[in-house]
T-cell receptor
Framework: ELKVEQNPLFLSMQEGKNYTIYCNYS?????LYWYRQDPGKSLESLFV?????AVKQEGRLMASLDTKARLSTLHITAAVHDLSATYFC???????????FGAGTILRVKS | GAVVSQHPSWVICKSGTSVKIECRSL??????MFWYRQFPKQSLMLMAT?????????EQGVEKDKFLINHASLTLSTLTVTSAHPEDSSFYIC????????????FGPGTRLTVL
């Protein structure tokens, strides 16, 4: 059974600081996704990582995938309050037929 | 971009009643849709995969007689929670996949179900 572990589960950051969220998974997969969820809302797609070594950046967020290590990271640069949300990684188990989500990381950026 | 809608966005019902939630792909045809459940402060769990014109595939531990899924057209899948109980209260989110593309699921806005 695939397990997807995120850490930390809760992250309180000061504005302007950098931090990284980690997503480890237990079985082979070449596809990993990062999503953002605001309270009471559905998921917003952030990044789609489809191969080993994939790196994508959007604004203050950068995601990478190391399929050999079964690890993805979401790096936050110079955090701002608007980044406060819950971030999920999800691993694709069956080529688009099944996503297994991590527990989520609650990010709070303090002024 | 691909848009997925859900209706209703929230519903409150009495215990023992049935509730139907609709998931529509608005600007594309979706041969495959997915239903997820998210309890408060928890992650999303896949409940079932809905394929147009065939029976849904349920994940282990999900009662298919309680959560009826119908995917009668290429743009509509429905989830009916039968004989709902308070423990069924949750946030239900559907997603849809563009045909011939397996790398992206488009998520609906979710339906919050509260069973009294």
């Amino acid at each position: 059974e695939l397990k997807v572990e995120q850490n930390p589960l809760f992250l309180s950051m000061q504005e302007g600081k950098n931090y990284t969220i980690y997503c480890n998974y237990s079985t082979t997969s070449d596809r990993l996704y990062w999503y953002r969820q605001d309270p009471g809302k559905s998921l917003e797609s952030l990044f789609v990582l489809l191969s080993n070594g994939a790196v994508k950046q959007e604004g203050r967020l950068m995601a990478s995938l190391d399929t050999k290590a079964r690890l993805s990271t979401l790096h936050i640069t110079a955090a701002v309050h608007d980044l406060s949300a819950t971030y999920f990684c999800a691993v694709d188990m069956e080529y688009g037929n099944k996503l297994v989500f991590g527990a989520g990381t609650i990010l709070r950026v303090k002024s | 971009g691909a848009v997925v809608s859900q209706h209703p966005s929230w519903v409150i019902c009495k215990s023992g009643t049935s509730v139907k939630i609709e998931c529509r792909s608005l600007d594309f045809q979706a041969t495959t849709m997915f239903w997820y459940r998210q309890f408060p402060k928890q992650s999303l769990m896949l409940m079932a995969t809905s394929n147009e014109g065939s029976k849904a595939t349920y994940e282990q531990g999900v009662e298919k007689d309680k959560f009826l899924i119908n995917h009668a057209s290429l743009t509509l899948s429905t989830l009916t929670v039968t004989s709902a109980h308070p423990e069924d209260s949750s946030f239900y989110i559907c997603s849809a996949r563009v045909p011939r593309r397996t790398d992206t699921q488009y998520f609906g806005p979710g339906t919050r179900l509260t069973v009294l």
